[in-house]
């Protein structure tokens, strides 16, 4: 394991456990699809919330993805990206392939070059998709998102490219430009308070615990760099200090 106390603005293809204090960046540069691997797998779930502060440098031309989770019959088990038409960036969720198992959401203020803080909520049980830019609830929620089609365990999870096999299958089109930082994953749907308070966490400090995944926790989860992710110091949690519910929050 690597400790980045000494670790600086530094590319590695190396296992490592992020620091509350970093980000990573994921820059195509040919041929190479820089992206972390989580180090194990997912459960049997019927609920998840996804949480992530993200940054993305430009929309044309790629997707963004920030999260893939794929198994050997279903590569699009879990994916999230973003997608923009007429100028307008949409974020989309699908839990599994399919009709029916798509989410596309229309958050205003969701601009390239400004951190903002993401999170989806989804539930077998209704099927229903929500999601939240910097605490505050998007739109209405969307309803039966692969209603009663449980996660299933035993996949890959990568971030900042997409899998069309299980730890395969990427493409430059489907990759994150940008940056990413303190990514969080929870096997049940987070109550509006709960994520109203993720973008002022204050580090998501280890007292904090309402605020770490305990599926995939930023600050203590493993995961593998591949091809040219890089890691650097950021202040952007110690910035958090109020309550963000503005649609873009100028961090
Ligand atoms: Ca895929």
Request: negative net charge.
């Amino acid at each position: 394991m690597i400790s980045f106390v000494h670790l600086l603005f530094l590319t590695c293809f190396c296992v490592v456990s992020p620091m509350l204090t970093t980000k990573v960046r994921f820059f195509h540069q040919q041929p190479n699809i820089p992206r972390l691997t989580f180090i194990g797998t997912l459960p049997t779930v019927r609920e998840l919330t996804l949480a992530y502060w993200v940054k993305f440098y430009q929309i044309e031309g790629y997707s963004n993805n920030v999260f893939s989770y794929a198994r050997s019959d279903d590569d699009n088990e879990i994916v999230t990206w973003m997608r923009s038409e007429k100028g307008i960036v949409h974020i989309m969720l699908r839990v599994h392939t399919g009709s029916g198992n798509e989410a596309v959401v229309t958050c205003p203020g969701i601009v390239p070059d400004l951190w903002q803080h993401i999170t989806w909520t989804w539930s077998a049980n209704s099927g229903a998709v929500s999601f939240y830019l910097n605490g505050k609830r998007c739109s209405n929620t969307t309803t039966l998102v692969s209603k009663n089609k449980e996660v299933r365990p035993g996949g890959m999870v990568v971030l900042g490219a997409d899998q069309d096999s299980v730890g395969g299958g990427f493409k430059v089109t489907e990759t994150l430009q940008g940056e990413l930082a303190d990514l969080h994953l929870w096997d049940e749907v987070l109550d509006e308070d709960q994520i109203s308070i993720l973008p002022s966490s204050s580090c998501t400090r280890q007292s904090d615990l309402e605020s770490h995944g305990n599926l995939i926790d930023w600050s203590s989860s493993a995961f593998r760099a591949f091809d040219g992710v890089s890691f650097h110091p950021t202040t952007l949690c110690l910035r958090r200090t109020h309550k963000c519910h503005s649609d873009a929050c100028k961090y």
